[in-house]
Each structure stands twice: as structure tokens, then as C-alpha cells.
């Protein structure tokens, strides 16, 4: 398991805290690479998904996995109009091919009342216009895989991690050989190190948010979360 599923696919934890997760009404417009991965998760997570493309054969291609799909041109303020933007909880624009028709996409659907607008960025330029003409949030695959990769592959004690804040980010690591036998308690974990263990993997079982008694293991997984200044530090020692 991956901190990336850890976050989204535990039904009794993170995503589900504090209750069933609501199931949401989702308008996803471009089924390219990017589009088409992200309507198939929200299926997982169960969400109704209505998307749309230009082309047939990506619609076709969709239909297993969406809720409702339609061809058409979402550059168009009539097919918008259609749509009822409105009454979805959250409209994706997904186009990564061009991105004039990302923005004139992203412009309609806040005109006709889309109450929240994530539109995918290729370039840092192209995140700064989409923002200026209603998008309220920004998803920047290639930049955030190429992070995410930089820091998974220069360190030989991270597995996975994902960013909360420019600051802040969960870790995947491996406990380290002079933590084993000993207990959280014993560790000091939080005074000594400036971490939060969120929880912990053995043998297949994870343990959210181990108590002080919890004694770590050989070929333990932990999940820490803290300041990445204070993590490197931790994973340097």
C-alpha cells in the first residue's frame, strides 16, 4: 500500500473519518490519459461521474467506468448550458492538448455557475491563467510526478510520500534497525524526532495511529508525517 492509497482507499479511515464517505456528482470533461485514470478512482470511490469528450471513441471507451458520458464540445457555451454545471459538486477540466480550449472551458463553466472548478496545468503559466479566469484550484500532473519522484528515488529510506503543504508531508519509511524491540514511549518518538507517526504496516496489518505502547517489529512499515526539514533530518540519522 502506498501513502497514496492510504489516503484514498481506506473505507474505515482517512477518507471515511468521522462517517461514510457522501458520494458526489462529478462533471469530468476530456478523457485523455489523465481524465480517463482520474473518472476510473472516482468510480472506485464512488462517485456518480458524467464525462465528456470530443471524441467518440473515448467516450465508448469510458463507458464502462462512468456513470453517464456525452460527445461534445465543451468550448461551446450552448453544450455547457446543457449541462446543468450547477447541480455537479465538482466540475475537472481534464484537456491536457490544448489549452486554449482548457481556459475557454474553465471560463464557461464558472459563467454558468459550476460551484467548483479543478482544471488541469501543463505549464506554470497556463496554472496562472486558469486560476484568472475561474478555476478554483489547479491539478499539475506532470509537476507533481516529477516531485513526488525526485524525492521517492534520491533516497534510498523512502517508498512513498505525499505532500500536505510546502512544508509538511506524509512519509513512507522503513523503521529503523535501532527502533526495533523498543516501544513509541521508549522512543520518544515526537520530543526526540519532531514526528507523528500516523501508523504503522507488518505483515500485511495496519495499525492507525499506534499507541506509546506499541513495540516496533523487524520489517516494519511506518507512516510518519512532520516538517520536511525534521524528517530528512530523521531519515539522515
Not at 500500500?1 to 474505515?12: C, D, G, H, K, T
Not at 490544448?98 to 472548478?117: C, H, R
Not at 525526485?150 to 500536505?164: G, M, P
Request: with cysteine; glycine share 8%; net charge negative.
Amino acid at each position: 500500500i502506498s501513502v497514496s492509497a492510504f489516503l484514498l482507499n481506506r473505507s474505515s479511515d482517512l477518507d471515511n473519518y468521522g462517517g461514510n464517505q457522501r458520494m458526489k456528482s462529478v462533471l469530468l470533461i476530456g478523457l485523455g490519459r489523465f481524465g480517463r485514470h482520474m473518472a476510473q478512482k472516482l468510480r472506485d470511490l464512488g462517485h456518480e461521474v458524467l464525462a465528456v469528450d470530443k471524441d467518440e471513441e473515448r467516450i465508448n471507451a469510458a463507458l464502462s467506468y462512468v456513470t453517464n458520458a456525452q460527445i461534445g464540445d465543451s468550448t461551446n457555451a450552448q453544450f455547457i448550458g446543457s449541462l446543468g454545471v450547477r447541480n455537479f459538486d465538482l466540475c475537472v477540466v481534464a484537456i491536457g492538448d490544448s489549452f486554449q480550449s482548457s481556459l475557454e472551458t474553465t471560463a464557461l463553466l464558472k459563467e454558468y455557475g459550476a460551484p467548483f472548478v479543478l482544471s488541469r496545468a501543463t505549464r506554470d503559466v497556463h496554472a496562472k491563467f486558469l486560476l484568472r479566469n475561474g478555476a478554483d484550484e489547479i491539478v499539475y500532473p506532470e509537476k507533481q510526478m516529477a516531485s513526488w519522484a525526485a524525492v521517492r528515488y534520491s533516497s534510498d529510506h523512502i517508498f512513498d510520500y505525499i505532500e500536505l503543504t510546502q512544508d509538511y508531508s506524509i512519509f513512507e519509511t522503513a523503521v529503523p534497525s535501532s527502533w526495533v524491540g523498543k516501544t513509541v514511549v521508549e522512543l520518544s518518538v515526537r520530543q526526540t524526532y519532531r514526528i507523528n507517526i500516523l501508523a504503522t504496516r507488518h505483515g500485511g496489518q495496519l495499525e492507525l495511529l499506534p499507541g506509546g505502547g506499541h513495540q516496533f517489529q523487524p520489517d516494519e512499515t511506518i507512516y510518519i508525517l512532520g516538517e520536511n526539514k525534521d524528517v530528512q533530518k530523521f531519515l539522515k540519522s
